[in-house]
């Protein structure tokens, strides 16, 4: 396969608790992300699922440098661009977007839209003033909006368009990759679909490849061509979209998948129903060897001891599990 | 008010090409509807006014000179000329006391102070100078507050320890206790530091000192607001965009700042008047033969049992004004507070 256009390699990102005053006393870690490798290529778009609190969001955020990994390395086409300073990264942001999850937070309130949509093209000094005036509209009517609506504020906006605005915003440099996280959760169900099938058509149009973040497995196996399913701050089990759905390979996607309620009974597979028993454990003290151990149903005294490394399986899957399930489901 | 909210939600949804109202616009429009706010404010434009005019009032109504002591002067009582300053006749029979109020307005309207000057023309003179260090104090809080909340919270680390700390000392001390202080060590001798010289009688000695003893109260909650703010996603977006930080912090958080800022004004303003009159009362403020509020109320302490309209004059003047201030500042906030209509609406 060709070079691959964003790649995270062994991606570890911690937030120090401060239990004492002055930082002194034993300082715990919340261990967002532990040590994830993934690569993204060129047109595709990666699904990143996983509960909450497992650290997708975190690791999104890590992609585009929003947040400085602890450790670990993340190269954009090819260049290492973990340790640049803001002005050498700038160059990069043009190419690297990022849509959020909440269309109410992330518009400022205090902003008209034109002024929003016009930030990046001052930003990265893009366009003359007459140019960002045309490129905004132009913006606005791609997203499906009325170029009408520059001098308003986001208040007045719905939140499905709302989130319009935000992706007209990731939209406006060009860039070659766009990191959406959780895009649509915070969207009423007959407004997901839509925002949805605009990101859909804006990767044909403009060739965008997408890392899609989201809890939702339909809207992730909906948009993804490939999946990587997260828990507890590593990536279990990363595969074909399709492939992954039929015939999970980690006794974790398998209980994931299990809870998606099936509409009819002949539903793709009927899958039976696995129960996870117990919380998700602290991500401040992750459990020993695989960190799923203690809510798996297969689990042996190996799991328990020794992390299982993400290791290739059948069709073009990678799975962290010491007892890998088979094409029937059955653990090995 | 619903109905208000409700013509207003179908006015936005209607003309979709009309030019939007900015949040500003939004809060005017609850500031217009909200009549106590306006009934205070108008009050308050008034005593501002009224105040401004006192040289008029000195020169060409009453023609005195209140800053000068005037104990052997005369004036005019229901057509009859009568000395200012009469020797007392009741209990003892000790001293003087000074003219009551005559109700005339070109006369000692108020009565004249132990010193024979006209009251209600150093009302008027006070209360510029009341409204003065009050005004440019609770500016100098709000400014300076807003600089170093924003630093603090924005920038976090050691940058926000050693500011914040800073501020803790401040806000350990009483704010009478430390005004007190910084006014008997300062007042007499005034102060210097590098080229600014500022001489024991200037103004901008109390302004200042008010100002400062109150940063903190202001900075604080500041520097929440942009602890908040800076996990904000548009703020993450504006970084995401590639925006250098001073960018960030000019139009992304203080524009989401400036209202906490705005909401604190009238409200420092109050406190700072009540401060001043405070130190004036204690002859650290204001100095004679300037006036102030407080300084008069100090001046009408002796005459409380003689001459009670000396201090009861200036106290009106003093609560009135705060009222109308605490009012009006509760409007604003109101009226600033976007999520007050959302609670409604959404």
């Known amino acids: 396969m060709s070079e691959p256009l964003l790649e995270a390699i062994d991606l570890v990102k911690q937030f120090p608790l401060r239990s004492a005053a002055f930082g002194r006393g034993r300082s715990d870690v919340v261990h967002a992300v532990d040590g994830v490798s993934l690569a993204v290529h060129k047109g595709e778009t990666l699904g990143i699922v996983g509960e909450s609190g497992c650290g997708k969001s975190t690791l999104g955020r890590l992609l585009v440098r929003l947040h400085e990994p602890t450790s670990g390395t993340v190269r954009f086409g090819g260049d290492d661009i973990t340790r640049l300073s803001r002005s050498e990264l700038r160059p990069y942001r043009r190419e690297l977007q990022m849509i959020f999850q909440d269309p109410y937070a992330s518009l400022n309130p205090r902003k008209r839209v034109g002024q929003i949509l016009a930030d990046p093209f001052r930003i990265h000094r893009q366009a003359g003033r007459a140019e960002t005036e045309r490129r905004v509209k132009e913006l606005l009517e791609v997203v499906g909006l009325s170029p009408e609506h520059v001098n308003r504020y986001p208040h007045e906006f719905s939140g499905g368009q709302r989130q319009r605005i935000g992706v007209a915003r990731a939209l406006a440099l060009n860039p070659k990759l766009i990191v959406a996280d959780e895009p649509v959760s915070a969207l009423d169900v007959s407004i997901q679909a839509q925002v949805i099938n605009l990101?859909?058509?804006?990767?044909?149009?403009?060739?965008?490849?997408?890392?899609?973040?989201?809890?939702?497995?339909?809207?992730?196996?909906?948009?993804?061509?490939?999946?990587?399913?997260?828990?507890?701050?590593?990536?279990?089990?990363?595969?074909?979209?399709?492939?992954?759905?039929?015939?999970?390979?980690?006794?974790?996607?398998?209980?994931?998948?299990?809870?998606?309620?099936?509409?009819?009974?002949d539903d793709e597979v009927r899958r039976e129903r696995v129960v996870l028993e117990g919380e998700v454990p602290s991500p401040v003290d992750p459990p020993s060897g695989c960190r799923f151990h203690p809510r798996c149903r297969y689990a042996t005294d190996i799991c328990t001891i020794e992390q299982p490394p993400l290791v290739a399986g059948r069709d073009g899957r990678l799975a962290a599990c010491h007892h890998p399930l088979n094409d029937t489901g059955e653990p090995t | 008010m619903s109905d208000a909210i409700a013509g207003e939600a179908t006015a936005a949804a209607g003309d979709l090409a009309a030019v939007a109202a900015s949040p500003w616009a939004l809060a005017r429009r609850r500031l217009l509807r909200n009549r106590v706010a306006q009934t205070m404010a108008g009050v308050l434009a008034l005593i501002v006014v009224v105040c401004l005019c006192a040289p008029l009032y000195a020169a060409h109504v009453a023609h005195t000179n209140p800053f000068?002591?005037?104990?052997?002067?005369?004036?005019?009582?229901?057509?009859?000329?009568?000395?200012?300053?009469?020797?007392?006749?009741?209990?003892?029979?000790?001293?003087?006391?000074?003219?009551?109020?005559?109700?005339?307005?070109?006369?000692?309207?108020?009565?004249?102070?132990?010193?024979?000057?006209?009251?209600?023309?150093?009302?008027?003179?006070?209360?510029?100078?009341?409204?003065?260090?009050?005004?440019?104090?609770?500016?100098?809080?709000?400014?300076?507050?807003?600089?170093?909340?924003?630093?603090?919270?924005?920038?976090?680390?050691?940058?926000?320890?050693?500011?914040?700390?800073?501020?803790?000392?401040?806000?350990?001390?009483?704010?009478?206790?430390?005004?007190?202080?910084?006014s008997?060590?300062?007042?007499?001798?005034?102060?210097?530091?590098?080229?600014?010289?500022?001489?024991?009688?200037?103004?901008?000695?109390?302004?200042?000192i008010i100002a400062v003893v109150y940063i903190p109260y202001v900075a604080r909650p500041i520097r929440g607001e942009v602890l908040s703010l800076r996990r904000r996603e548009f703020v993450e977006a504006a970084i995401?965009?590639?925006?250098?930080?001073?960018?960030?912090?000019?139009?992304?958080?203080?524009?989401?700042?400036?209202?906490?800022?705005?909401?604190?004004?009238?409200?420092m303003l109050a406190i700072d008047m009540l401060t001043e009159a405070a130190l004036s009362f204690l002859s650290i403020g204001v100095q004679e033969p300037n006036a102030s509020w407080g300084t008069i109320i100090l001046n009408g302490q002796d005459l409380l049992y003689t001459r009670p309209a000396v201090a009861i004059a200036p106290g009106i003047a003093i609560a009135l004004t705060v009222l109308a201030l605490n009012v009006l500042g509760d409007g604003v906030r109101d009226a600033l507070d976007p999520r007050a209509k959302l609670r409604r609406t959404d």
């Open chain 1, 199 to 265: 990101l859909d058509d804006l990767q044909d149009e403009f060739g965008l490849t997408y890392v899609f973040i989201a809890h939702d497995l339909g809207v992730v196996h909906h948009v993804s061509d490939r999946i990587a399913v997260m828990y507890l701050g590593v990536v279990v089990e990363i595969g074909p979209s399709d492939a992954l759905f039929l015939r999970p390979v980690h006794p974790y996607t398998e209980a994931l998948l299990s809870a998606i309620p099936a509409i009819e009974d």
């Open chain 2, 184 to 208: 008997t060590v300062l007042i007499a001798r005034g102060v210097s530091i590098g080229p600014f010289r500022l001489e024991s009688g200037s103004l901008l000695l109390p302004i200042v």
């Open chain 2, 240 to 267: 995401g965009l590639g925006a250098s930080t001073w960018r960030v912090l000019w139009s992304d958080i203080l524009p989401n700042i400036v209202t906490t800022a705005i909401v604190f004004f009238p409200l």
């Open chain 2, 68 to 182: 000068r002591s005037n104990i052997d002067g005369t004036t005019i009582v229901g057509g009859k000329t009568v000395p200012v300053m009469k020797e007392s006749t009741s209990g003892l029979g000790l001293g003087v006391t000074p003219i009551g109020p005559t109700w005339d307005i070109h006369h000692y309207f108020l009565g004249a102070d132990g010193q024979g000057r006209d009251v209600a023309a150093r009302l008027l003179y006070g209360g510029r100078n009341s409204l003065l260090i009050g005004a440019a104090a609770a500016l100098i809080t709000c400014f300076f507050a807003t600089i170093i909340g924003i630093v603090a919270g924005f920038f976090g680390g050691l940058v926000d320890g050693v500011l914040s700390r800073a501020l803790d000392v401040i806000w350990a001390f009483p704010v009478y206790l430390l005004a007190i202080s910084l």
